[in-house]
């Protein structure tokens, strides 16, 4: 299952490469849901860097609330901070007179705290982007394109899809739906195949893979069933169209949810000697069309365009 991906999370790359149009309206709504708290999406700082030189009245606004929203972050983590430096203070003074087990954790807690706290607001203030800030997980927001009226279009969805008519609590009883593994395509998937397709533009994807398989040992040498991460690179160093599924979802009351999941299947021989038996499917360049455009009376055809995939040699690495 591809947990994790550092995508192009800047907009204008889909614009550039396919001529895409973006959906200005679906950009502003999340922004602006997130800078009201409306919702709590979880936005790659890649994605709010598109809008930093905002060409028009529609990005201002966008711009405007993501302000909005990162001073409110700040504020609160200034906060957090000023509470977590009290606490280490109090508790340095206990120890002074002496030592104790609550004061001992309390002091270790706040010391971790601020650390942690400091990072969040420094990740704030910068304006240099690094690799890590176009890195999505579940639940996080991503840029994907789709068909639309015969246009290609770019709109921002959450890497884990809540199909249409089904409850919210899908979410949580189903929390792997940010992957739609390929043999249930026609059974769980089913309102999306053949009809609701996207493509995800990845350049590394990340795995959890089993210590043990990973070292090519047997699992009692280790204490635990311990995983580690690996990052998974195509060795041409080119970007992955990655084969998704996509919905909107509404329900009365609440604001509407775009949302998909990243289509995944056997893997590669060098993914499956690394310890992992899934890997996403990146499709060619030159049927992202074709795929973006599905005949849902001609499922075979999508199929194709799933087995004449790209087919790029994955190097890989633990993650950092």
Request: glycine share 4%; net charge neutral.
């Amino acid at each position: 299952m591809c947990y994790s991906a550092q995508v192009l999370a800047d907009y204008r790359k889909f614009v550039r490469a396919f001529g895409a149009l973006m959906d200005i309206h679906e950009f502003a709504r999340l922004f602006f849901e997130r800078a009201e708290g409306i919702s709590r999406a979880k936005i790659p700082k890649a994605m709010e860097e598109a809008f930093s030189e905002p060409q028009d009245d529609a990005e201002r606004e966008i711009k405007a609330a993501i302000d909005k929203f990162n001073s409110a972050q700040s504020l609160k983590l200034e906060q957090d901070l000023f509470k977590q430096r009290k606490r280490l203070a109090d508790a340095g003074r206990t120890l002074q007179t002496k030592i104790t087990k609550a004061a001992t954790e309390s002091q270790r807690i706040a010391t971790d705290k601020i650390a942690w706290t400091k990072g969040k607001l420094e990740d704030l203030q910068r304006t240099d982007l690094q690799p890590r800030d176009s890195r999505i997980f579940p639940g996080h927001y991503a840029p994907v394109m789709v068909m639309e009226n015969g246009r290609l279009v770019v709109k921002p969805m959450r890497y884990q899809c809540r199909i249409a008519g089904k409850p919210a609590s899908y979410d949580i009883k189903y929390p792997g739906t940010y992957n739609a593994r390929r043999d249930s395509l026609e059974g769980f998937w089913a309102p999306c195949f053949g009809r609701t397709h996207a493509v995800l533009l990845v350049e590394v994807f990340y795995e959890n893979v089993s210590k043990a398989k990973f070292e090519n040992t047997l699992l009692e040498t280790h204490e635990r069933d311990e995983n580690v991460v690996l990052e998974f690179r195509p060795s041409n160093g080119e970007v992955m169209h990655v084969a998704c599924l996509w919905s909107r979802w509404s329900a009365p009351g609440q604001p509407d949810l775009l949302s998909f999941a990243a289509i995944t299947d056997e893997p590669p021989p060098e993914v499956a000697a690394a310890g992992h038996d899934r890997c996403i499917v990146p499709i060619k360049p030159e049927n992202v069309d074709a795929w973006l455009n599905p005949d849902p009376k001609n499922l075979d055809a999508v199929y194709a365009i799933l087995d004449d995939r790209d087919r790029p040699y994955f190097e890989h690495r633990l993650a950092a």
